[in-house]
């Protein structure tokens, strides 16, 4: 059995899990099981919109498997694209402080809004945690000795607008 479905809403009286607003009856919802507290499951209900933002591997696994067709196929796709794209690493995104150090270099990455790289460092050596590792865009490259063509891999994996896009190209 698969862990998300698609389907029409059979009564008014289910809650999106993230959104809390509830499901119009006969609208289209998501829902994703879970087997946290009932051994059985218990599916957990979102609006498409909000499930293809929070969920978006779950999202395209139950379009995969729903029959008919779905109202705004495309712009639910590319939310659930979007939103998937924040957990790919490495990738470019804007510094939410001027915090953090340059795991190349040792100097901070500031100020808060300059584009760093995030990417996967070894897992902390006392907690075995994995943790994330930031970079300035001019030192990522030699820092992450990617194979093949590193600049477009962080390109393609970073959600930027045309502005950033352009900084980064330059900066890489
Ligand atoms: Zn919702
Ligand atoms: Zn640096």
């Given at each position: 059995m698969s862990d998300s479905k698609i389907e029409a809403a059979k009564?008014?009286?289910?809650?999106?899990?993230?959104?809390?607003e509830s499901i119009e009856k006969d609208s289209l919802r998501m829902g994703v099981i879970s087997f946290q507290f009932d051994s059985d499951g218990s599916w957990s209900w979102f609006h498409l919109k909000c499930g293809?933002?929070?969920?978006?591997?779950?999202?395209?696994?139950?379009?995969?498997?729903?029959?008919?067709?779905?109202?705004?196929?495309?712009?639910?796709?590319?939310d659930a694209k979007k939103a998937a794209r924040k957990f790919l690493t490495p990738r470019i995104e804007a510094a939410p402080s001027g915090r953090a150090a340059c795991q190349e270099c040792?100097?901070?990455?500031?100020?808060?809004?300059?584009?760093?790289?995030v990417f996967d460092r070894d897992p902390d050596p006392d907690t075995g945690m994995a943790r994330p590792g930031y970079l300035h865009l001019k030192c990522a490259l030699t820092h992450l000795a990617l194979e093949g063509d590193g600049k477009a891999l962080l390109l393609a994996n970073s959600d930027l607008d045309d502005q950033q896009r352009a900084t980064a190209d330059a900066e890489l």
């Open positions: 009564t008014g009286r289910s809650k999106c899990r993230s959104c809390r293809a933002a929070l969920h978006p591997e779950s999202f395209e696994a139950a379009v995969g498997e729903y029959p008919g067709d779905i109202p705004d196929i495309d712009a639910l796709r590319a040792s100097e901070k990455i500031a100020p808060k809004g300059t584009l760093r790289v």
